[in-house]
């Protein structure tokens, strides 16, 4: 895919499963926001930055993040969903703030859990290889066997 691409939206509500008891709320973008990336990419996971508007202390703060690409179920899995998890110990929740986002590139292909444990593991993995192969748009074969080892 033709990264960068730009992603920017208001926070919309999901369906409050799961994120924050697993440690990682995932801010949703608005279905009409993500066409610019689900139109060139597949499902999965990616890195890149994001930033919320309108909380104090916050202006312009800009965060590394890892975000999911996948299927909605409430769309009987016929549409995409961005859902981005920004690595800031946030104060409060930011439904309904604005949001920008930076995809740089891709990280795994989407899995389906049959555990939470599975999950979780996952997750902690992608911040891993995003804190260090993030920054790197085209990281060199050796990077990339990293970082599938990892
Ligand atoms: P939902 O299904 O409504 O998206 P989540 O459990 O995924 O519920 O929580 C997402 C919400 O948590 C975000 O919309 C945002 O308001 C809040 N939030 C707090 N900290 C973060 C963070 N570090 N990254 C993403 N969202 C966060
Ligand atoms: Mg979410």
Redesign the pocket.
């Given at each position: 895919p033709p990264f960068p691409i730009f992603l920017a939206g208001v926070?919309?509500?999901?369906?409050?499963?799961?994120?924050?008891?697993l440690g990682?709320?995932?801010?949703?973008l608005p279905d009409e926001s993500i066409t610019p990336m689900s139109s060139v990419c597949k499902p999965g996971v990616y890195f890149g930055y994001a930033q919320v508007y309108g909380l104090s202390g916050q202006e312009g703060k800009v965060?590394p993040?890892v975000m999911s690409l996948g299927w909605n179920p409430f769309y009987k899995n016929e549409r995409l969903t961005a859902?981005?998890?920004?690595?800031?110990?946030?104060k409060?929740?930011?439904?309904g703030?604005d949001m920008q986002a930076v995809v740089l590139g891709y990280i795994r292909p989407e899995l389906d859990y049959t555990s939470r444990e599975a999950l979780i593991e996952d997750i902690d993995a992608d911040k891993r290889a995003y804190m260090k192969f993030g920054v790197d748009p085209n990281p060199t074969n050796d990077a990339l066997e990293e970082r599938a080892l990892l």
């Amino acid at each position: 895919p033709p990264f960068p691409i730009f992603l920017a939206g208001v926070v919309q509500r999901g369906f409050g499963r799961g994120g924050k008891d697993l440690g990682c709320p995932t801010a949703n973008l608005p279905d009409e926001s993500i066409t610019p990336m689900s139109s060139v990419c597949k499902p999965g996971v990616y890195f890149g930055y994001a930033q919320v508007y309108g909380l104090s202390g916050q202006e312009g703060k800009v965060h590394p993040m890892v975000m999911s690409l996948g299927w909605n179920p409430f769309y009987k899995n016929e549409r995409l969903t961005a859902e981005i998890h920004l690595m800031h110990d946030f104060k409060s929740d930011f439904y309904g703030n604005d949001m920008q986002a930076v995809v740089l590139g891709y990280i795994r292909p989407e899995l389906d859990y049959t555990s939470r444990e599975a999950l979780i593991e996952d997750i902690d993995a992608d911040k891993r290889a995003y804190m260090k192969f993030g920054v790197d748009p085209n990281p060199t074969n050796d990077a990339l066997e990293e970082r599938a080892l990892l």
